[in-house]
């Protein structure tokens, strides 16, 4: 079996390739980037692993008047640098111990124990530069049925790392057969690990969750995993329901998946520090919450969020309603970003000063509001005079 891709032949992984192998040793593509070509689905990021190690990679990398960055130096990934293309390359490893935050490893001549050491099958693929695949583990039979299974025991492997239990999900809502269902097993393995996923760095979950809500349909993956216990456990108080009905929104008007909307639709208690949101993204997030809990009209969303995050706060307004999508939607969409608030400071500075200014814009602002907009300067000033 062999994959025909672009990056099989980009520069800064052919250099690297001859580099080490004409010094002697093994360099494969591996994971993401040998499973998405094998998919047909976009690649990601471009993976290598070598049987050489960090220190010689590097010197190997220097003699050739590389730039070499020691990335992860003691997990054995080093980047070198061609053409200014970054090429990250990984030494064999293979896990030693177990500590559930992250498997200790060491480093290892044989790809077999690179294989064993990785999550699922279809993730302990490789490729040589011709793109010859090479299949240690028969992750190609996974991948073809669209199967997401664990390298060996799921209970072993989830507790070197529990971070698997949130990958075995994306991988599903990524990759899965939606019609299949998930491995029983190793939703029990998943099952009987929930204190495992309290000890994870809230950015790694965050990474792994980005990526399974933004799947074309994760609908089936967060089912499951509100039903194995996985999804309270990293947000609590999350609601599953109104995802499946977000899917079927989106693909009626046609807007491509969206992580952020598809949170908004699960809800919960504190989202932004169990998945540890940039500050941008929990500001947005927030006000998307204020629009959806509180029901605001397309027009106020609009005004509120901007055409764009104001339609992704109205779908998911309509998921959890589990009504149709209003006809003028977006036309009360762009009414409300392109409105102004027709007072300044200017039109009332003759009455008020200092804090009650900002007051009375306040409540102004508050009264246009709640009639949806539609009142004009005029009537917003007069409402000062019935005060
Ligand atoms: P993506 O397309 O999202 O980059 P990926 O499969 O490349 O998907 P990465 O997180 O980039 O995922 O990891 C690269 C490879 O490293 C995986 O394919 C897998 O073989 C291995 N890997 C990553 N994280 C783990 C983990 N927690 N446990 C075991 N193996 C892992
Ligand atoms: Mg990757």
Same mark, same amino acid.
């Given at each position: 079996?062999?994959?025909?891709?672009?990056?099989?032949?980009?520069?800064?992984?052919?250099?690297?390739?001859?580099?080490?192998?004409?010094?002697?040793?093994?360099?494969?593509?591996?994971?993401?980037?040998?499973?998405?070509?094998?998919?047909?689905?976009?690649?990601?990021?471009?993976?290598?692993?070598?049987?050489?190690?960090?220190?010689?990679?590097?010197?190997?990398?220097?003699?050739?008047?590389?730039?070499?960055?020691?990335?992860?130096?003691?997990?054995?990934?080093?980047?070198?640098?061609?053409?200014?293309?970054?090429?990250?390359?990984?030494?064999?490893?293979?896990?030693?111990?177990?500590?559930?935050?992250?498997?200790?490893?060491?480093?290892?001549?044989?790809?077999?124990?690179?294989?064993?050491? +990785?999550? #699922?099958?279809?993730? $302990? %693929? /490789?490729? !040589?530069? *011709?793109?010859?695949?090479?299949?240690?583990?028969?992750?190609?039979?996974?991948?073809?049925?669209?199967?997401?299974?664990?390298?060996?025991?799921?209970?072993?492997?989830?507790?070197?790392?529990?971070?698997?239990?949130? +990958?075995? #999900?994306?991988?599903? $809502? %990524? /990759?899965? !057969?939606? *019609?299949?269902?998930?491995d029983a097993e190793a939703l029990a393995a998943c099952a009987q690990n929930?204190?495992?996923?309290?000890?994870?760095?809230?950015?790694?979950i965050g990474h792994e969750m980005r990526k399974l809500l933004a799947a074309?349909?994760?609908?089936?993956?967060?089912?499951?995993?509100?039903?194995?216990?996985?999804?309270?456990?990293?947000?609590?108080?999350?609601?599953?329901?109104?995802?499946?009905?977000?899917?079927?929104?989106?693909?009626?008007?046609?807007?491509?998946?969206?992580?952020?909307?598809?949170?908004?639709?699960?809800?919960?208690?504190?989202?932004?520090?169990?998945?540890?949101?940039?500050?941008?993204?929990?500001?947005?997030?927030?006000?998307?919450?204020?629009?959806?809990?509180?029901?605001?009209?397309?027009?106020?969303?609009?005004?509120?969020?901007?055409?764009?995050?104001?339609?992704?706060?109205?779908?998911?307004?309509?998921?959890?309603?589990?009504?149709?999508?209003?006809?003028?939607?977006?036309?009360?969409?762009?009414?409300?970003?392109?409105?102004?608030?027709?007072?300044?400071?200017?039109?009332?500075?003759?009455?008020?000063?200092?804090?009650?200014?900002?007051?009375?814009?306040?409540?102004?602002?508050?009264?246009?509001?709640?009639?949806?907009?539609?009142?004009?300067?005029?009537?917003?000033?007069?409402?000062?005079?019935?005060?």
């Open positions: 079996m062999r994959i025909k891709a672009a990056w099989l032949k980009s520069s800064g992984p052919v250099a690297v390739s001859k580099m080490l192998q004409q010094a002697g040793y093994e360099i494969y593509f591996v994971g993401g980037c040998v499973r998405n070509s094998l998919l047909n689905v976009p690649v990601n990021d471009i993976d290598m692993s070598t049987d050489a190690l960090p220190d010689t990679v590097m010197t190997l990398a220097k003699e050739q008047g590389l730039r070499v960055i020691p990335t992860g130096v003691e997990h054995g990934t080093v980047t070198v640098v061609v053409e200014g293309d970054p090429v990250e390359v990984t030494t064999y490893r293979k896990d030693i111990e177990t500590d559930g935050r992250r498997a200790v490893v060491a480093f290892s001549k044989s790809i077999l124990d690179d294989a064993k050491r +990785r999550d #699922f099958t279809m993730n $302990a %693929l /490789y490729a !040589d530069l *011709d793109g010859t695949i090479i299949d240690p583990l028969g992750g190609l039979d996974d991948l073809h049925a669209r199967r997401i299974r664990f390298i060996e025991n799921p209970t072993a492997r989830i507790r070197e790392d529990y971070l698997r239990i949130l +990958r075995f #999900f994306r991988f599903h $809502a %990524l /990759y899965g !057969d939606p *019609d299949a269902g998930l929930l204190d495992g996923i309290k000890t994870l760095s809230k950015e790694r074309e349909n994760p609908a089936p993956s967060i089912a499951a995993m509100a039903q194995t216990g996985v999804l309270m456990r990293v947000i609590a108080g999350a609601n599953p329901t109104s995802i499946a009905p977000l899917v079927h929104l989106e693909n009626m008007v046609n807007v491509s998946p969206n992580w952020m909307r598809r949170l908004l639709a699960l809800g919960g208690e504190d989202i932004k520090g169990s998945l540890r949101l940039s500050k941008q993204e929990a500001k947005l997030l927030t006000a998307m919450q204020t629009v959806v809990i509180n029901a605001l009209p397309p027009i106020i969303a609009g005004y509120k969020l901007g055409r764009d995050a104001g339609f992704d706060a109205m779908l998911v307004l309509c998921a959890h309603m589990e009504t149709g999508i209003p006809e003028n939607l977006e036309q009360e969409l762009n009414l409300g970003a392109e409105a102004k608030f027709p007072i300044s400071s200017n039109d009332v500075s003759d009455r008020f000063k200092g804090a009650a200014l900002g007051n009375c814009l306040k409540k102004l602002k508050a009264a246009w509001i709640d009639a949806n907009l539609n009142l004009t300067k005029n009537q917003l000033l007069a409402m000062l005079d019935d005060d």
